[in-house]
């Protein structure tokens, strides 16, 4: 059984920073892109960072290029987003996913239950 789970959204003042982590079990993990996406209320599923199962290629959001770093570790099956410089836009629940290099969320078949992510002004 497939699991991703999420720790280390919480509340956060503008400008300060943040890491998730996703620890993965249950899959191969180096088989898999790992992306992260968010959702805030009222807005579709976007992708914010993704990056290849063999680490070599990431992507970006253009909304948070320059303030968040994905990273993995293949040994420790886990996924990071290393969160700084946080906007008021940032806030929602974040998702870790597994899937192939994409932009788009269907390419994704493995999702964790997410992680709250609130930035007050």
């Known amino acids: 059984q497939v699991q991703l789970v999420e720790s280390g959204g919480g509340l956060v003042q503008a400008g300060g920073s943040l890491r998730l982590s996703c620890a993965a079990s249950g899959l191969t993990f180096s088989d898999y892109a790992m992306g992260w996406f968010r959702q805030a209320p009222g807005k579709e599923r976007e992708l914010v960072a993704t990056?290849?199962?063999?680490?070599?290629?990431?992507y970006y959001a253009p909304s948070v290029k320059g303030r968040f770093t994905i990273s993995r570790d293949n040994a420790k099956k886990t996924l990071t987003l290393q969160m700084s410089a946080l906007k008021p836009e940032d806030a929602a629940v974040y998702y870790c996913a597994a899937g192939v290099f994409s932009l788009r969320p269907h390419d994704y078949n493995a999702w964790g239950q997410g992680t709250q992510v609130t930035v007050s002004s």
């Open positions: 990056i290849s199962a063999n680490v070599v290629s990431t």
